[in-house]
């Protein structure tokens, strides 16, 4: 299996979710803290828990009673939050034109994992129409952690994209030959860039018929843009960057064998890989050999900026990947039987089997594409990590309940593209919670599968199942350049501007 995620955006920002090497006393002081929180957690908690067991119904012995109680408790688990009547919208409005651009190209270099390239691409074909631009065909990273070949025709329809933008912006394949050796304008945009930036460097059409774009992620602001751009934005990610027909074809093979197996099934984005492990020093669960050996790789990976973290740190912080055993504990206190079935949408899961047998032990009917597709089926795709990625994408967004193990561009696409289609049912683990909890139990405090345990993580997620809401903004207090990257991703909740309620025109200004 392929590992398809990078980390050339979170190398920028890793001061952000980093913590360098602290002192003992430091690790003692947190050790404290989260004593006292577990404590704390447990002692608010214990009043409703005990409520809730006086509460407990007596025992039914009707068959149909008990058959509703069933249904009851099935509904809780898989339906989707209510959606109040919202529906996708992307629609322009009556003032919106489409870019001619005629004799204006701009080329892109897409950097990063798939879902990094696939919003890269999106706030290209915006950036394209503000700078009134004609877009070529970008150019997919082939030079990054996982050393993809891939070209955008082996991704992505090529022909369904142009044709879908065809009245926002014109796209091309490749530039006309008399300009291929002209001189270009090369440019790092700046990062969470508003419109007013792009219609600035319009100006360098001045002196260039073509402009180089370096790298395409986070070069678009997330909040603040015109309506018409966010649309676009949608119609782009949503609509234009359909996935290939050899894709396409096998994914929908794969969800019918899935469906096969079972009714339901939930897409378990399980983030437990070596690489991401190794980029966060998180090392909770593992063997000293092991944590070794991912310590080396950070070393020696040069475009990780941070190289010592303090393992303790990370995990009290919420910001490593669930473990297996973790993942495991989650899904049970939530209540799913261990009969559900679960595809795994990921790498090679660190440790093999030794590590993801901590999951299996208490859900062991888990499968992977590999176990749904022939050899033959797959060997297109091997050592094509972002065309295996995107089959990946397809069954996560199909799936009854979708639950991503860490935060990350997967993760934050599947969400927001679940949302744009109806708000799809999406938990998502309160990790820094999560961990106080588990500490309970490995304490003795609490024990494993009992009521207690399950009423604290169903109450620790009540709102963290992808039910509605806005957009949230940088946390407060937060001021500069540095709040554009706190706020939460457009592409994972693409509401209020692609997304609208019933009684709401989706065709003018909203």
């Known amino acids: 299996m392929v590992n398809y995620r990078g980390f050339s955006s979170h190398s920028k920002n890793s001061s952000i979710y980093f913590r360098r090497y602290s002192s003992p006393l430091s690790i003692t002081y947190y050790i404290v803290i989260l004593f006292a929180l577990s404590i704390f957690i447990f002692t608010f908690y214990s009043k409703d828990i005990l409520e809730d067991e006086d509460r407990k119904p007596p025992s039914i012995t009707s068959g149909e009673k008990n058959s509703k109680i069933e249904q009851l408790h099935d509904d809780v688990l898989w339906e989707a939050p209510f959606s109040h009547g919202l529906h996708p919208c992307v629609k322009p409005s009556s003032r919106y034109k489409a870019t001619q651009g005629w004799d204006r190209y701009m080329t892109v270099r897409s950097n990063g994992g798939l879902n990094q390239m696939r919003a890269g691409i999106a706030d290209m074909v915006a950036v394209a129409h503000i700078m009134n631009a004609t877009l070529v065909i970008p150019q997919l990273d082939k030079r990054s952690f996982w050393q993809d070949t891939s070209i955008f025709s082996d991704i992505f329809d090529e022909v369904h994209f142009i044709m879908t933008l065809q009245t926002d912006v014109r796209i091309v394949k ?140 990370q995990r009290i912080g919420g910001l490593c990947p669930l473990t297996p055993k973790e993942v495991g504990i989650f899904l049970q206190a939530l209540g799913y039987p261990p009969s559900t079935l679960i595809y795994i949408a990921a790498g090679e899961i660190y440790g093999g089997s030794v590590h993801l047998s901590e999951l299996t032990s208490r859900f062991p009917n888990i499968v992977f594409k590999e176990a749904l597709a022939s050899k033959g089926e797959l060997q297109a795709f091997s050592h094509h990590a972002s065309q295996s990625a995107a089959l990946d994408y397809i069954i996560s967004i199909e799936s009854d309940v979708f639950i991503p193990s860490h935060s990350g561009n997967m993760a934050r696409a599947v969400e927001g593209h679940r949302r744009f289609l109806g708000h799809r049912k999406t938990i998502t683990p309160d990790r820094k919670g999560l961990v106080a909890i588990y500490d309970m139990l490995e304490s003795g405090v609490l024990k494993d599968g009992s009521s207690s345990l399950s009423h604290l993580v169903m109450k620790l997620h009540r709102s963290r199942q992808g039910a509605p809401r806005k957009r949230e903004g940088a946390p407060s207090g937060i001021k500069g350049r540095g709040r554009f990257r706190l706020e939460e991703p457009f592409y994972q909740n693409p509401f209020p501007e692609c997304i609208c309620g019933s009684n709401i025109q989706d065709d003018e200004d909203t």
């Not at 395409?216 to 018409?228: G, V, W």
């Not at 234009?240 to 897409?267: D, Q, T, V």
């Not at 070794?292 to 900026?305: G, P």
Request: with cysteine; charged share 30%; aromatic share 10%.
């Open 174 to 313: 490749e530039l006309p030959k008399e300009l291929e050796s002209a001189s270009r304008a090369r440019k790092h945009f700046s990062s969470w860039s508003g419109v007013s930036y792009y219609e600035e460097m319009a100006d360098l059409w001045k002196d260039y018929q073509v402009i180089h774009v370096a790298k395409s992620d986070s070069r678009l602001a997330n909040n603040d843009l015109p309506f018409d751009i966010q649309r676009l934005r949608c119609r782009a990610l949503y609509h234009a960057l359909r996935f290939s027909p050899a894709i396409e074809n096998l994914g929908k093979k794969l969800l019918e064998r899935l469906r096969s197996r079972a009714e339901r099934y939930i897409a378990l984005h399980l983030r437990y890989e070596k690489d991401m492990l190794s980029f966060t020093g998180c090392t909770h669960g593992l063997t000293e050999t092991e944590a070794e050996e991912l310590r080396v790789m950070r070393i020696n990976t040069n475009h990780w900026k941070i190289k010592n973290i303090n393992a303790t740190e």
